[in-house]
């Protein structure tokens, strides 16, 4: 273990005088591959930085204690000795958490689509709860979300809406919110004051460029359009609007909220991309064997994650038994609580698993 950090911190000082090099500095893209290295080094580096100045005032003070001392001064060393071994042990876990094997997409970022499902109107509605809470949760992180695509309802719901999430650890931390989303609440056009359940869906998948994924260009198929509105009237007078259709998966894509069709194009083929890398990595998870999946897991489409009671004020994460009464607040954004629990759910469960040898 401590032979995998040493190596992290050399390379961590490698890292540091090249970033410091005019060379590097003027080529761009190099220089922003370099920090994201940087960054993603420095957690393991500083807890391991630490770890060691423990080590060394352990040893200090075990050697103190060797020595002939009075009564009050050989007190005061072995709390000392205590407080360090408890310290030095809480950093270990750390340590053991932090070298754990990285999922290669947590650095990327997302496409995330939400669909209004079981519940009509209402679904919809709910829809766009999620994407409003989503939108406030990113704005919170400092990241960017732009709408890719919109089917608007009549009351102002979504059948559909895809975004592009853009930041720092994106899909680290909003890969468990992939599931059936269930809302239990009264609807306002409910005379009688009954609670209705309904479902809205959300899929989340890591934003994967051409040396990601190679999709042939003889796989694909391109249509164009008119771009249409509600009740299909022509809303342009271009044929602006783009299907493309990945002929072996048969996965289509349709864009149209752009005006012009070379954008509708890009957008089209940046969600392309992200569907079929998402199928084939579903399909090789089914594949996996069942007993070792992950219980939080960014798993089934269709599995119920979490339910959203508006009479309690009550949100429940299915996947961990995580209930909290505080509804209000996750839906402005403030999903922390939430998501944090899901990491260290996740991690707890990767540990045992490791520490049992079948990780």
Known sequence: MFDQLDSFIIRYDELSELLSDPEVISDTRRFMELTKEEAALRPKVEVFRRYQRVEEELAETEEMLSESLDDEMAKMAKEELAMLKTHREELQEKIKVLLLPEDPNDGKNIIMEIRGAAGGDEAALFAGDLYEMYTKYAESQGWRVEVMDANITGIG????????????????????????????????????????TSTSTVVVMPEMEEVDIDLDDKDIR???????????????????????????????????????????????????????????????????????????????????????????????????????????????????????ALILADQAEKLEKLNNGSY
Do not use: C
């Open 222 to 340: 391109v249509d164009i359009y008119h771009a249409s509105g509600a009740g299909g009237q022509h809303v342009n007078k271009t044929a602006s609007a783009v299907r493309l259709t990945h002929i072996p998966t048969g996965i289509a894509v349709a864009m149209q909220d752009e005006r012009s069709q070379l954008k509708n194009r890009e957008k089209a083929m940046k969600v392309l991309r992200a569907r079929v890398y998402d199928q084939i990595s579903s399909e090789a998870q089914s594949e996996y064997d069942a007993s070792r999946k992950s219980a939080v897991g960014t798993g089934d489409r269709s599995e119920r994650i979490r339910t959203y009671n508006f009479p309690q004020n009550r949100v429940t994460d299915h996947r961990i038994g995580l209930t909290i009464q505080k509804l209000d607040q996750i839906l402005a954004g403030k999903m922390d609580e939430v998501i944090d």
């Open 157 to 196: 719901g979504y059948k559909e809406i895809i975004l592009m999430i853009t930041g720092q650890s994106v899909f680290a931390k909003l890969k468990y919110e992939s599931g059936a989303h269930r809302v239990q609440r009264v609807p306002s056009t409910e005379s009688q004051g009954r609670v209705h």
